[in-house]
């Protein structure tokens, strides 16, 4: 007991120690290790563009992109044994200049040199999604009354609705609703102000289960609507379940709390070698609803 006692006085006299100094470690005296950092999308059926590669900064250089930016990369896409060379296309960005489009359901590589380093990562892209069901499940209706300029009635009805969305899901990859547009009968479109919108998390299949058929849900409120009814378009999309693994970390990398920041999880990045960062594959398609009472 008296050891254990001791032991707490010493490390609050430690902590009030380091507390009191306040002194400031000069940002050129921190270790520095220079690294590629990767960050892109490929998404089915558009053209490869807007690959940023960029390079990390020491502590005491102020960030921006001409900065961070290396334009005298060499930078290669891989797929089914073809090489495609990416161009530099300014703030950090590379792009196809011959703007070969990404097939679904394949394997892409990218690798990187550059000032000694060499960083790589592949992603498979989703397969073309397939929607088995779609449909507005049973909204409800509020029916507002007031007086316009304070004389003559008048009303309007607001609904609040959720979106149902069953798609034939495959290993290793994840899902989410990632857009959305909602209107009434007479195309009056809502703006963001009209609506709240809530998303499903992303959601992965049951690895373990034969059943692949999986629910995405959207719900929304529309503030103003035709008695008739109303519609919704979603865009639903696919991705590696590398993202998902990679957003899982990143929302945790903060050490919580934690004084000492041995309680956080680093990013789980899919790129390697001199590098970090996130390189993904993504699959995209719309599915329209319409509701009519």
């Not at 590669?53 to 961070?68: D, E, G, K, S």
């Not at 990369?73 to 990404?102: C, H, R, W």
């Not at 909204?139 to 609904?159: A, H, M, W």
């Amino acid at each position: 007991m008296l050891s254990k006692f001791i032991s707490s006085l010493l490390l609050f006299g430690s902590l009030a120690f380091v507390a009191g100094c306040e002194q400031v470690v000069p940002a050129d005296g921190l270790p520095y290790v220079d690294q590629i950092v990767i960050k892109g999308i490929l998404v089915a059926g558009e053209p490869i563009d807007s690959i940023s590669i960029t390079h990390t900064l020491p502590l005491n250089v102020t960030y921006t992109p001409t900065a961070a930016a290396i334009p005298d990369a060499i930078v290669m896409i891989m797929v089914d044994g073809k090489e495609i060379p990416l161009s530099y296309l300014g703030q950090g960005d590379f792009g196809d200049p011959m703007n070969d489009t990404v097939q679904a359901g394949k394997t892409y590589s990218i690798d990187v040199r550059w000032n000694g380093l060499h960083a790589t990562a592949s992603t498979l892209v989703p397969s073309s999604l397939t929607i088995q069901d779609a449909m507005i499940l049973p909204p409800q209706f509020d029916t507002q009354y007031f007086l316009i300029n304070g004389y003559t009635p008048d009303t309007f009805v607001s609904v609040s609705a959720t979106a149902s969305v069953s798609i034939d899901s495959k290993t290793n990859e994840v899902y989410r609703v990632i857009a959305d547009s909602v209107w009434n009968d007479s195309s009056y479109h809502s703006s963001s102000s009209d609506y709240y919108r809530s998303y499903q998390d992303y959601t992965l299949p049951n690895d373990t289960s034969s059943e692949r058929l999986i629910s995405l849900t959207y719900s929304f409120y529309l503030s103003r609507m035709d008695t008739n009814g109303f519609a919704a378009k979603l865009t639903i999309a696919g991705y590696d379940r590398a993202y998902y693994d990679f957003l899982r970390t990143y929302e945790h990398y903060d050490n919580g709390g934690d004084i000492f920041g041995s309680s956080g999880t680093n990013p789980k990045w899919n790129v390697s070698g001199d590098g970090i960062g996130i390189f993904i594959g993504e699959a995209k398609t719309q599915v329209s609803m319409t509701y009519r009472r």
